[in-house]
């Protein structure tokens, strides 16, 4: 058995063994990374044309504008809906029973049609559709949320943290092992290897540096470097943008709409109380008002140049007061954005706390761009929860809850004794909540 222990044959077995950990490790890793990419190529390219022409008007799991899609596929044939999505109206005027029965439903609101959409693309959305998996329940304040893994997300930065650890722990066994099973061999036959022609400097250097495992190790840092980098740049390069204002396709005016006219904010942002986003609203909303409203005074007889950019949009004639088939949205610029690992939901602040919009927004009312007021950074959201006082009092949303704190009043041993500051009055703050746990706000 002393015969197969050359030294050759050592290395070969340490970098075998070496190359099988690695491959083990990079699978681990990978198929822990890849769990949020489960769709299919064209699902995962349906997904983003989804998001790009139809989140205006669509949620996959809430009704807004339109209804929520995310059984469509249940209840229409993927020959209805390339038929709808392409062109609902000529589906309308085809007799389509289902068509005009959804369209009546909705009080006629007339959906864009997307011709500018290949087959396959609308194939694309399609497959979305049926493979859709639905987020874990976030939204629900008792419910623990499951995190989603996003790459730029903590357990990447674990995963990459333990992969650097376990490797230098497999490199340090495999030289000890390599050293000695060497002296054993040397024991054994007798034989000392390079005694010898080798200065004992470069052995020494030899014994350190094995030329196979320097190789793997080399490249394994480097690899793992730059993804540990790549991680950082993501996550820090992404979100501060306070005062951004960039300048909108159409020169829509908050300053004229909420403040001279005092729309209400949710007459136009009205998903902003019930569900997770605020929604820019769909040109709908705007011809509800611009059919009639076309400053025609102010323009010497003709209409607004940008109110005629809104009936370009829905492909709107105002001499006849008809509208075409090419209707297509107006691409607003997205002015704030948080990064996909922080979760943030309108409807829990909006209705659940009562916090305004002004609070986070700032004077939206009086600006004519939006700008983004606040940093949203996590020290902001974290400040807000650490001090704000929830309004349990008045707030039906509480009312168990109020009740059972008061009748604890003077209950000093209560659990509910932290409610009360020294005057005795209630304060209730989103910490003491739970809104400073990690996952309630991160995926
Ligand atoms: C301007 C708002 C708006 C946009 C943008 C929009 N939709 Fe719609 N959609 C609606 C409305 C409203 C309805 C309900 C029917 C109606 O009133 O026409 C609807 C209905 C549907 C239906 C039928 C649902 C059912 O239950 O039968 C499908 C499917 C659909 N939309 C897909 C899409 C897709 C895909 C996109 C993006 C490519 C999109 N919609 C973009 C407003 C919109
Ligand atoms: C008449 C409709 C209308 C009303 C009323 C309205 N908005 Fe808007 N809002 C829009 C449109 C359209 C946009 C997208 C264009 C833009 O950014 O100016 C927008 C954009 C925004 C944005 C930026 C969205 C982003 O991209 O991040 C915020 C914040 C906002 N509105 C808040 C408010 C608040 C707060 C009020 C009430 C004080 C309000 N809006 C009233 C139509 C309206
Ligand atoms: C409730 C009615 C109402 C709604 C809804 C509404 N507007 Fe207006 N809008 C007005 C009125 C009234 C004016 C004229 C104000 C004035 O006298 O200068 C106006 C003015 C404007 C102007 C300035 C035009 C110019 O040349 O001076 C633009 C642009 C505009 N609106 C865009 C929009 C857009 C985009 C939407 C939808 C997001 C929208 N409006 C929704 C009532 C409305
Ligand atoms: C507690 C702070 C807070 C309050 C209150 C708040 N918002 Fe927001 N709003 C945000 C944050 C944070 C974002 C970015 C969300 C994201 O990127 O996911 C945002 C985004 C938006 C957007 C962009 C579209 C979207 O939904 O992401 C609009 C429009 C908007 N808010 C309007 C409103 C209106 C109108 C109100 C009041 C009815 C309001 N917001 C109240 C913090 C707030
Ligand atoms: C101006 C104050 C304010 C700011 C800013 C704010 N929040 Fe909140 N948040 C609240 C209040 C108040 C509640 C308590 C709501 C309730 O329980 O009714 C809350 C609750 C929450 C909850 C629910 C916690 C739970 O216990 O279920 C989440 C999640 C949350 N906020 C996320 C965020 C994020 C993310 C940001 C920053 C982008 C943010 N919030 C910014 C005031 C704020
Ligand atoms: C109230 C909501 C909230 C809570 C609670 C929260 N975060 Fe965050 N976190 C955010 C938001 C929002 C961002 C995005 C900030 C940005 O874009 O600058 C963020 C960003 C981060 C980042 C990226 C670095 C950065 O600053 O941009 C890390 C890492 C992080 N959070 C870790 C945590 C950990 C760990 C916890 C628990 C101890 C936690 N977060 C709790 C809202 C929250």
């Known amino acids: 058995m002393v015969k197969h222990l050359t030294k050759s044959n050592l290395k070969v077995r340490a970098f075998a063994f070496a190359l099988a950990t690695l491959i083990n490790l990079t699978f681990l890793a990978t198929s822990a990374l890849a769990q949020d990419a489960g769709m299919s190529a064209p699902a995962q390219e349906g997904e983003k044309l ?87 329940p976030k939204v629900d304040p008792g419910a623990t949320a499951t995190p989603e893994v996003s790459f730029y997300s903590e357990p990447t930065l674990y995963i990459l943290l333990f992969l650097i650890a376990v490797l230098l722990v497999v490199l340090m066994i495999l030289r000890r092992t390599k050293n000695s099973l060497k002296s054993s061999y040397e024991e054994m036959t007798g034989v000392k290897e390079e005694e010898s022609v080798e200065s004992p400097k470069s052995a020494a250097m030899r014994k350190w540096i094995n030329p196979t495992i320097l190789k793997i190790s080399i490249g394994v840092v480097v690899l793992l470097s730059l993804a540990t980098y790549g991680f950082y740049f993501g996550v820090t390069d992404v979100g501060v943008q306070q005062g951004y204002a960039p300048e909108q396709p159409i020169k829509y005016s908050h300053k004229i709409h909420a403040g001279d006219l005092q729309i209400d904010c949710k007459y136009c942002h009205s998903t902003a109380e ?19 409203v076309q400053l025609r005074d102010k323009y010497n007889g003709d209409i607004s140049p940008e109110i005629k950019k809104i009936y370009a949009a829905m492909d709107y004639d105002a001499e006849s007061g008809k509208y075409g088939d090419n209707a297509k949205p107006i691409r607003w610029i997205r002015i704030h954005n948080l990064p996909d690992h922080a979760y943030f939901n309108h409807s829990m602040h909006v209705k659940g706390a009562g916090v305004t919009c002004q609070t986070c927004h700032g004077p939206i009312q009086e600006m004519e761009v939006v700008q983004q007021y606040s940093t949203l950074q996590m020290a902001w959201c974290i400040n807000c929860h650490k001090e704000r006082n929830i309004d349990v009092e008045n707030n039906p949303y509480y009312e168990k809850l109020h009740a059972k704190i008061k009748a604890e009043k003077d209950n000093k041993n209560s659990v509910y004794s932290k409610y009360f500051t020294n005057d005795g009055k209630i304060k209730i703050t989103p910490a003491q909540n739970g809104a400073l746990e990690c996952s309630k706000c991160h995926y």
């Not at 809430?62 to 709808?84: I, Y």
Request: proline content about 4%; charged content about 25%.
């Open 50 to 136: 989804f998001k790009a022409n139809c989140t205006s008007c669509h949620d996959m799991q809430n009704k807004m504008t339109g209804p929520a899609l995310k059984d469509v596929h249940t209840r229409r044939s993927d020959e209805w809906l390339l038929k709808w999505i392409r062109n609902n109206e000529k589906l309308r005027a085809s007799g389509d029973k289902d068509a005009i029965a959804i369209f009546n439903e909705y009080n006629k609101v007339v959906m864009n049609n997307f011709e500018s959409l290949s087959e396959d693309q609308v194939g694309n959305i399609i497959a979305y559709f049926k493979e859709y998996v639905p987020p874990a």
């Open 274 to 292: 019930y569900s997770k986003q605020a929604s820019v609203p769909s040109l709908n909303t705007c011809m509800n008002c611009h059919k009639g």
